[in-house]
C-alpha cells in the first residue's frame, strides 16, 4: 500500500466562546471565560450552578427540519457546514461513497429525552410525550451529517464517553490511509443535559466556581457544550484539488488504563502508556514536540496523575514546552472535548499562539508544568498532542504537525 | 489488507447464556420473544414483544460480589469476554498491552441511565447515586471487561444503529493492520430497559399485533481476532477468516428504517471481491432481515442483484433473538462456530442494514 497521509482541510466550531471558528479562537487567545450561570434547566437544587452553555443555539435551519433536530444536531450541523465550507470541496464533483463521517458522541438529544423521563415518571407511560425521544442515540447527528450532503462513505460513531472525539479522529484517518475514503468529516459535538450536571455533582466532581485546572486548590471541572468538526483529507487528494493544508494529522494512541471506572491511574504510567503509542504510530520523538494541549480537567487527580504521565512520556522536553487546558475557557465538553481541543491545536500551530489556562493563582507542586498561566503566548508550534482521558479508563492522545 | 482470523466465539443470549446453548436453541427452532406485560403497558393491540434474558448470573465466571458493581450490560460483557478467551485458549496476562477490546453497543448504561434520572426528578437532583452514573456511559461494558481482565491496549466502543458490532470488527480490522494490537476482542453489549422499551412502543417502531416492525432484544457476543501470524506463532486453533468486510452508507433520515437496495448490493459486492469470491461461492447467509417492511424489501432486493436465481440458504436469526447492535456479533460468532463445526459450509456471508442508512456486510471463509 503506498502510504496515504492525512491532512486537515477544514475546521469548523460551535462553543460557549461562539458559534463559529472565528470567534471561539480569539476568544481562546484573549483568555475569555465561555462558563456562567446554567439556563437549560433549573439548576437551583446542585451544589454547582455553571456550565459553559452554547449562549445562542445557531439559526437558519428549514423549520420542518429544525423541529425534528436536537441540540446536538443543530451545534453538530453548523460546524460540519463551516467546516465544509473551509474546505472549499465541491461535494458535486467528489464521489460521495468516498467520503466519511466519523464523530464522537454520547449525550446527543438526551435533554429532550430527560423531558420525556421526567413525563413518564409524573404521568405513567401511556400519558408521557414521547416528542424527539428518537433523537437519544448517540450516532444522530453522524447519520444527520450525512444525510445532509448525501456523504455515502463508511460512517462511525465512538462513544467512549470523554476520549469519544478524539478516537474518532483516529478511526477517521485510519479510513484514509487504509483507502476506504478520500475525505472524512470527523471531529464531534455535544451538549448539556441534566444527567451529566448530576452526574457529575453526584461524584463531587464539579467545581461550584468556573474550573481552574492545575491550580493547587482545583475542586472539578466546569461541563462545557461544544461542536468541533474537522475536514480530514487524502494529501494527494486534496494536492490535486489545490486545497488550502491547514496541518497535518501525524498519528495517534488509543489505550486502556484497566485501573478504574471513574479515577485515573494515578502515577501516570497508563497515560504515558497512550502518549508513548502516539509517538510511536506518528513516528515522532519527544524532541519533536512543541506543545501539549491538556485533558486538563481540572479535578484534583486527573491534573496530577496526567501532569506525572506527560513527564514520563516526553522525559525532560516535558519542561521544555507549553502544556495548556482550554477546558478552562470552554469548561469540560465531554464527548466532543477531543475534537474541540484538535481544532484549537491545529489553529495554535497555524499561528503560532499558545491559548493559555486561565483562572489559575496558586501553584501546585505535583503540576510543575508550564501550563501558560492566564494569558496566551507567542512560541512555534511545528508538533502538538492532545489528550483525551475517560471514564472506563478510555485514553487517546492526537498528534497533529504543520503542514 | 491482510485478513485477520477468528479463534475463539463466545455469546450470552435471551436463547442461552452461551453460544452453544444458543446454537441449539437456534436449530431446534426456538424463539426468545416473548410479551411484555407490567402496569403501564399500552393495551394489547399496542403492545411490542422483546427478547429477554430473564434472570441471568455471571456465576461460574464472575462472582457475584463483583457483578453487583456492574449494570446489566456490563455483566453480559464481562461473561462473554471470559468465555471467548477461555474458547480461545487464549490468556491476557503477559499480553496486556498487545490485547485489546472493541465492543459495539446501541443502549449500554440505559438501566443506570434511567434509574439516576428517576432519583434526580423524584428525589432531589443533588442526591442521585453515585454510583450509577459511572455505568451511564455507552462504553461501560467494553471498560468493564478491560478492567477485569487487564486489557491495556486499544478500547473502543461504537454505537451506530443495528450495524454497531460490524462497525467496531471494521475499525478492528485496521487497528490489527496497523499492528496497534495482536489480539483484539471484538462484538457488542445491549441491555434491553422497559423505558426505552415503552418509548419505541409510543413512537411506534417495534412490532406489534397491528403492525409490522422489529422484536428488541438485548445480550453480548464476542469474537477473539488475531493477526494470523500471531495466532499461528501460539498455537491457536484458527476457526474461520474475516475474508472480507464492506462499510457504507445510504444518506437517510437516521429516523427511518429505510435502505437503498443498490447500497446493499455494493456492500455484499465489495465484501465478495475482498475476499476474492463469486457469488457461487457463499453458501450461507445471515439475514440482516428483522421484520421492518422497507429494510426487509430492500434486502431482499440486493440479494436478487447480487445473487440472480442461485440465492444460497439463508438464516434469520432475528426472528428468535430480536434486534439490536448485538445482533451482528451474535451472527459472527454463530458463523465462525459453524465454520468451525463443518468447514464445508462454504463462505458464509453477514449482513447488517441498519436504520438511517449504516450497511455493512462481512464475508467469513474456512481457515
Given amino acids: ?181 478520500d475525505v472524512v468529516v470527523t471531529g464531534g459535538a455535544d451538549t448539556f443535559a441534566r444527567l451529566t450536571h448530576g452526574g457529575f455533582n453526584a461524584l463531587r466532581s464539579v467545581d461550584p466556581e468556573p474550573c481552574r485546572p492545575f491550580d493547587l486548590r482545583r475542586k472539578g471541572l466546569s461541563i462545557g457544550e461544544a461542536a468541533g468538526l474537522l475536514v480530514f483529507e487524502d494529501e494527494g487528494h486534496a494536492r490535486r484539488r489545490g486545497a488550502r493544508i491547514r496541518a497535518r494529522f501525524l498519528g495517534y494512541g488509543v489505550t486502556s488504563d484497566a485501573h478504574h471506572m471513574t479515577q485515573p491511574e494515578p502515577t501516570g504510567e497508563a497515560g504515558a502508556r497512550t502518549l508513548s503509542a502516539c ?75 499558545v491559548p493559555p489556562t486561565i483562572h489559575w493563582e496558586e501553584p501546585d507542586p505535583e503540576c510543575d508544568l508550564d501550563i501558560v498561566p492566564n494569558v496566551a503566548r507567542e512560541s512555534r508550534v511545528r508538533v502538538a498532542l492532545s489528550n483525551s482521558f475517560a471514564f472506563g479508563g478510555n485514553s487517546t492522545v492526537v498528534a497533529f504537525g504543520a503542514p | 489488507m491482510k485478513a485477520p482470523v477468528i479463534t475463539g466465539e463466545s455469546a450470552v443470549t435471551a436463547l442461552g447464556r452461551t453460544l452453544a446453548e444458543t446454537r441449539a436453541a437456534l436449530a431446534a427452532g426456538r424463539s426468545a420473544v416473548g410479551p411484555v406485560e407490567d402496569d403501564g403497558a399500552p393495551p394489547a393491540a399496542d403492545r411490542s414483544p422483546a427478547a429477554r434474558i430473564g434472570a441471568f448470573t455471571t456465576e461460574p465466571e464472575l462472582p457475584k460480589s463483583k457483578a453487583r458493581r456492574l449494570d446489566r450490560g456490563s455483566q453480559y460483557a464481562v461473561v462473554a469476554v471470559k468465555q471467548a478467551l477461555a474458547d480461545a485458549l487464549y490468556t491476557v496476562a503477559g499480553r496486556e498491552e498487545r490485547t485489546g477490546i472493541l465492543l459495539g453497543t446501541g443502549s449500554a448504561g440505559a438501566g443506570p441511565l434511567t434509574e439516576f434520572e428517576r432519583q434526580m426528578a423524584v428525589e432531589s437532583p443533588d442526591s442521585a447515586s453515585p454510583f450509577l452514573f459511572p455505568n451511564t456511559v455507552a462504553n461501560a461494558p467494553a471498560s468493564q471487561a478491560a478492567i477485569e481482565v487487564g486489557i491495556k491496549g486499544p478500547n473502543v466502543t461504537i454505537t451506530q444503529k443495528d450495524s454497531s458490532a460490524l462497525n467496531a470488527l471494521f475499525y478492528a480490522r485496521m487497528l490489527l493492520a496497523d499492528g496497534r494490537a495482536d489480539a483484539l476482542l471484538v462484538g457488542a453489549a445491549d441491555e434491553w430497559n422497559l423505558v426505552y422499551h415503552r418509548a419505541y412502543e409510543r413512537v411506534h417502531a417495534t412490532r406489534t399485533e397491528r403492525r409490522p416492525g422489529f422484536v428488541l432484544g438485548e445480550g453480548a457476543a464476542v469474537v477473539l481476532v488475531e493477526d494470523e501470524t500471531a495466532a499461528r506463532a501460539r498455537g491457536a486453533r484458527i476457526d474461520a477468516r474475516i475474508a472480507g468486510l464492506a462499510s457504507r452508507g445510504a444518506a437517510l433520515s437516521p429516523q427511518k428504517r429505510r435502505a437503498e437496495p443498490a447500497v446493499l448490493a455494493a456492500a455484499m459486492r465489495d465484501a465478495l471481491d475482498q475476499a476474492g469470491l463469486a457469488p457461487s461461492g457463499i453458501g450461507l447467509v445471515h439475514l440482516s432481515r428483522n421484520g421492518s417492511p422497507f429494510t426487509d424489501a430492500a434486502e431482499s432486493a440486493a440479494l436478487a442483484d447480487v445473487f440472480g436465481a442461485q440465492l444460497p440458504r439463508t438464516v434469520t436469526v432475528k426472528d428468535s433473538l430480536g434486534e439490536n447492535p448485538t445482533i451482528g456479533a451474535i451472527q459472527v460468532a454463530l458463523a465462525a462456530a459453524e465454520l468451525r463445526a463443518d468447514p464445508g459450509t462454504g463462505a458464509i456471508l453477514i449482513n447488517a442494514f441498519g436504520a438511517g442508512g449504516n450497511v455493512l456486510a462481512a464475508v467469513l471463509t474456512a481457515p
Avoid at chain 1, 465531554?334 to 475534537?339: K, M, Q, T
Wanted: a neutral charge; glycine letters at 10%.
Fill in chain 1, 1 to 181: 500500500m503506498d502510504e496515504r497521509r492525512v491532512v486537515v482541510t477544514g475546521l469548523g466550531a460551535v462553543t460557549s466562546l461562539g458559534n463559529d471558528l472565528a470567534s471561539t479562537w480569539e476568544g481562546l487567545v484573549a483568555g475569555r471565560c465561555g462558563i456562567g450561570p446554567i439556563t437549560l434547566f433549573d439548576a437551583s437544587a446542585f451544589r454547582t450552578k455553571l456550565a459553559a452553555e452554547i449562549k445562542e443555539l445557531p439559526s437558519g435551519f428549514d423549520p420542518v427540519l429544525r423541529r425534528r433536530l436536537s441540540r446536538t444536531d443543530v451545534i453538530g450541523l453548523t460546524a460540519a457546514a463551516e467546516a465544509l465550507a473551509d474546505a472549499g470541496l465541491d461535494l458535486d464533483r467528489e464521489d460521495p461513497s468516498r467520503i466519511g463521517v466519523v464523530l464522537g458522541g454520547g449525550v446527543s438529544g438526551l435533554l429532550d429525552s430527560e423531558n420525556y423521563f421526567r413525563d413518564l415518571v409524573a404521568r405513567g407511560p401511556r400519558r408521557a410525550r414521547p416528542t424527539k425521544v428518537l433523537n437519544h442515540p448517540p450516532d444522530q447527528t453522524t447519520d444527520r451529517i450525512a444525510e445532509r450532503w448525501g456523504l455515502l462513505g463508511p460512517r462511525s460513531t465512538i462513544t467512549t464517553a470523554c476520549s469519544s472525539s478524539g478516537t474518532s479522529l483516529g478511526y477517521a484517518a485510519d479510513l484514509i490511509r487504509h483507502g476506504f475514503c
Fill in chain 1, 279 to 353: 509517538l510511536l504510530a506518528s513516528g515522532l520523538n519527544p524532541g519533536d514536540v512543541d506543545y501539549v494541549n491538556a485533558h486538563g480537567t481540572a479535578t484534583p487527580q486527573n491534573d496530577s496523575a496526567e501532569t506525572a504521565a506527560i513527564k514520563r512520556a516526553l522525559g525532560k522536553r516535558a519542561r521544555e514546552i507549553p502544556v495548556s487546558s482550554i477546558k478552562s475557557m470552554l469548561g469540560h465538553c465531554l464527548c466532543s472535548a477531543g475534537a474541540i481541543e484538535a481544532v484549537a491545536t491545529v489553529c495554535t500551530i497555524e499561528t503560532g499562539l
